[in-house]
């Protein structure tokens, strides 16, 4: 398997190049030169692994020849062994409703189920071919601890994660700046996660900076990534149709940047029997206009009860973009450079309707948050993330769609508590966190502030 960029500047490259490059050398982001076709017969064999045995067989067409089968096996096995639940993502059923659990990884978060094993890619690399990695990243929430709980304290490697100040949970933040291990950097910027996200993307484009510190992506602008995302999805639809390939399941999927839903969307590509696949956004509604109307158009960024959702320019759009102009990079540069000109980018009405095939969406506002976290507790005492709240509202009229479970509801204590008047309990990993020491550094969210302060941290880039 060989590796293209979205904007057709990268020769191709293998799977331990894509991983360890994050975003393109052009600017573009990494895909596959090809998407495995999976048989009914396959996918029916699938459904009666387990969560690593899982995982080993999606991946392995995309690593190819990149690792031995048995390394593979030892990374997927190290990367899970610190979930909390056998199942890893269990599917349960509750106010009736199927969710598929995410958060039962060491930062109770979706994003643990890639970072994990994205953390051990990268060890595994540097570990083989020598070097050291400088990793860079934004968050608006949930990413950021993910990564770092993924390479903190790992040799070869420093993390530097930027997040908007202020605009993450209490818990999300102590969770990324109480990891006080040498080779984790903490960066508070003053603004939004757009402007965070931009920033990190200024510095991966700027090629001499990313040569010469050695830059690699955890955000989900590395391919990485997305590949592991896909794997709950496989897990899930196997636990619920007991290996039919005729059954199909459909998903509401809470995304900000839509790299989990595109997850989806790739499973789908692959053979899963995927139905509807719901885009469930906040008053941040640019992805579900999109699909709406065809028109892709950054606003105002607003700021809600489901932060990590509180997105305009998702990063992963530019990969849908790529498969939905048929693969052809000079479409998408036109269309990219259609957005940077004007603020905006529209697709035909042949190209709108193949959306509308692939997607639903629905923005959903706090106040239906709350209500959906108040409605599902009284049926059930089942307690939901604000994202995940938004999930099961979005799918209000489907009723068979499985809801993603994205985090666990402790990290967003205060949507929870508005909602339903009582705390909930605590998983392990985030019990006594805001008594613990911190360690982050503010800057303005400016380029060149970001670049000086990482500079200084490093010291002289290496030849």
């Not at 590796?3 to 990494?30: H, I, K, Q, W």
Request: charged fraction near 20%; proline fraction near 5%.
């Amino acid at each position: 398997m060989r590796y293209l960029s979205t904007r057709g500047g990268v020769e191709p490259v293998g799977f331990a190049e894509a991983v360890m490059m994050g975003l393109g050398t052009d600017g573009g982001l990494l895909v596959p030169e090809s998407i495995p076709r999976l048989s009914g017969e396959t996918l029916a064999a699938w459904s009666r692994l387990n969560f690593q045995e899982l995982a080993v067989e999606v991946l392995a067409p995309f690593v190819g020849a990149a690792m031995p089968r048995a390394d593979l096996v030892a990374l997927v096995e190290r990367s899970y062994a610190g979930f909390s639940h056998p199942e890893v993502t269990p599917v349960v059923e509750q106010a009736g409703r199927r969710w598929l659990e995410l958060f039962h990884g060491p930062t109770a978060a979706f994003k643990d189920v890639a970072l994990q094993l994205l953390g051990n890619l990268f060890e595994y690399f540097i570990g083989r071919e020598g070097g050291v990695l400088r990793i860079l990243g934004a968050t608006s929430g949930d990413t950021g601890s993910a990564a770092i709980y993924g390479v903190r304290g790992k040799a070869g490697i420093e993390i530097f994660i930027l997040h908007p100040k202020g605009r993450v949970s209490p818990i999300q933040e102590r969770q990324m700046t109480s990891v006080l291990d040498a080779n984790v950097h903490n960066i508070a910027v003053h603004g939004t996660f757009d402007d965070a996200q931009r920033i990190v993307k200024a510095l991966f484009n700027d090629l001499p900076f990313k040569r010469d510190y050695r830059l690699g992506a955890v955000n989900s602008i590395n391919l990485a990534r997305i590949l592991a995302q896909t794997i709950y999805y496989f897990h899930a639809w196997g636990r619920i149709s007991g290996g039919d390939p005729e059954r199909r399941v459909s998903f509401s999927v809470p995304t900000g940047n839509f790299g989990d839903v595109f997850a989806g969307w790739l499973a789908k590509r692959m053979g899963l029997p995927v139905g509807r696949l719901i885009i469930a956004t906040n008053r941040n509604d640019i992805l579900s206009r999109f699909v709406a109307h065809g028109v892709y158009q950054a606003g105002e960024v607003y700021h809600t009860l489901s932060p990590a959702m509180d997105i305009q320019l998702a990063s992963n759009f530019e990969r849908y973009l790529y498969y939905l102009l048929d693969e052809d990079p000079a479409a998408v540069r036109a269309l990219l450079a259609e957005m940077e000109q004007t603020g905006r980018l529209q697709v035909d009405g042949e190209r709108q309707r193949r959306v509308a095939e692939d997607f639903d969406a629905r923005a959903v506002s706090d106040a239906e948050t709350l209500a959906e976290i108040r409605r599902v507790y009284r049926a059930s005492g089942y307690i939901l993330c604000p994202h995940t709240a938004v999930g099961a509202r979005a799918a209000v009229e489907n009723a068979d769609a499985v809801v993603l479970a994205t985090a666990h509801p402790a990290k967003f204590e205060a949507a929870v508590v508005e909602a339903i008047g009582i705390e909930p309990p605590p998983p392990p990993p985030l019990r006594g966190l805001l008594e613990r020491e911190t360690r982050c550094v503010e800057l303005p969210a400016e380029v060149e502030a970001v670049r000086r302060f990482m500079r200084e941290t490093l010291g002289a880039a290496e030849a």
